[in-house]
């Protein structure tokens, strides 16, 4: 296919949306998604899935014209075709190291579809490659299925130069402890009721997805100031028939901190994540940016750490002046120890969260600065 026609399909399957879009027009306005009925939306999508398979199919110079419409689109709509496996002319790893670190994989920033900076996942080179592909398989399997305001983005498993890389959009102000660590003044109430907001529709999937590592570094923050459930590598689906089978390490994953004393004192084999282990890590969370410091932040050591949490000792209550004046009242305390019961049973549900959390916010006393600025915050070294 030659230029001219390639440009003459691109326009054919755009303009169905009704709507005109900059790189075709020298004084075109671009589209934004805001300006969209949900049909063009739609009718976008389709045109996106059309443009992508023809982009595939066409030799590697003449690429480009779809990479841009592309592009335009994705920011117009803040989607992406859902096939999980990207291909290479699609995003590129732009920096030599990466960019942060975790247990299992690294974090590296790339470029999707020439333009969005976007987080490359990628397993640790010391793990064994069957190892690898099979946690990084079963993270797919769950998060491509995924879509909510506040779960981060799936765009994509893409792999290049023998490494796989599981994609998703860059989140400039990185985790949600640092985020208010470095603003204090953010609306840590409107944050936490966001994360519930992302509990509650994994907890309400179907089949439930039950997270497995929330806590403050899993929770990313936007440009905008929008918190977005991340990192699924240790997410699974709820089956009831059948128990899946899970190696040990992946089975006791976790960090003491926020996890669950049931978790801590079972048996390796025992050890099974569920969405009331969720609830309690979210009661973590609460005291974690509430307080912007992780739980029992007084005990440095891990392994003291878990041994609190196995007896059943619950942090201590701070009140001093700026934690009570970021929300940190009876009413709040009263939630955490809630979702920190010994007692799975007893434990709320996402949902109970969502309501005590939106009366919470809606209560509070107005603030002269909240988490959604005014002006994109951006920071250098954002994560995702």
């Not at 797919?140 to 959009?169: D, E, M, Q």
């Not at 997805?209 to 709820?238: C, M, Q, T, Y």
Request: aromatic share 8%; hydrophobic share 40%; proline share 6%.
């Amino acid at each position: 296919m030659n230029g001219q026609t390639s440009m003459s399909t691109i326009i054919t399957l755009v303009a169905q949306t009704g709507v005109y879009i900059d790189a075709l027009q020298e004084k075109g306005a671009e589209i934004r998604h805001r300006d969209l009925t949900d049909l063009e939306k739609e009718v976008c999508k389709g045109a996106m899935h059309k443009l992508r398979e023809e982009m595939l199919a066409q030799p590697p110079l003449a690429r480009d014209i779809f990479t841009m419409q592309l592009s335009q689109l994705y920011s117009a709509l803040n989607y992406y075709p859902s096939d999980p496996a990207l291909h290479e002319c699609e995003v590129t790893v732009t920096k030599i190291r990466a960019s942060n670190f975790g247990g299992f994989a690294d974090c590296w920033e790339g470029l999707f579809l020439g333009r969005h900076k976007v987080a490359m996942k990628a397993p640790r080179g010391r793990f064994a490659e069957e190892i690898k592909s099979r946690r990084l398989a079963r993270e797919a399997r769950v998060w491509s299925r995924l879509s909510h305001p506040n779960v981060l983005p799936f765009l994509g498993l893409c792999t290049l130069a023998s490494i796989s890389y599981l994609v998703s959009p860059w989140m400039e102000n990185g985790h949600a402890l640092e985020f208010v660590q470095r603003h204090p003044d953010a609306n840590c109430l409107r944050l936490l009721l966001q994360v519930a907001n992302g509990l509650e529709y994994l907890h309400g999937f179907e089949p439930a997805v039950i997270h497995g590592d929330l806590r403050g570094p899993n929770i990313l923050i936007s440009e905008l100031g929008e918190a977005h459930i991340a990192d699924f590598g240790l997410s699974e689906f709820k089956v009831e028939e059948s128990s899946p089978k899970y190696s040990t390490p992946w089975l006791v994953a976790g960090h003491p901190r926020w996890q669950a004393p049931e978790i801590i004192n079972a048996k390796p084999k025992e050890a099974r994540r569920n969405m009331k282990t969720d609830v309690f890590a979210f009661g973590r969370v609460m005291l974690e940016l509430l307080t912007q410091a992780v739980p029992f932040s007084s005990i440095p050591l891990d392994f003291k750490v878990m041994l609190e949490v196995m007896k059943g000792s619950f942090p201590s209550r701070p009140c001093d002046a700026g934690v009570v004046a970021r929300g940190l009242n009876d009413e709040m305390w009263r939630v955490m120890t809630d979702c920190w019961d010994a007692d799975p049973a007893r434990r709320p549900c996402a949902s109970d969260l969502v309501v005590r959390l939106s009366i919470a916010s809606g209560t509070q006393s107005d603030r002269e600065t909240s988490s959604r600025p005014k002006k994109r915050l951006r920071v250098s070294g954002g994560v995702a």
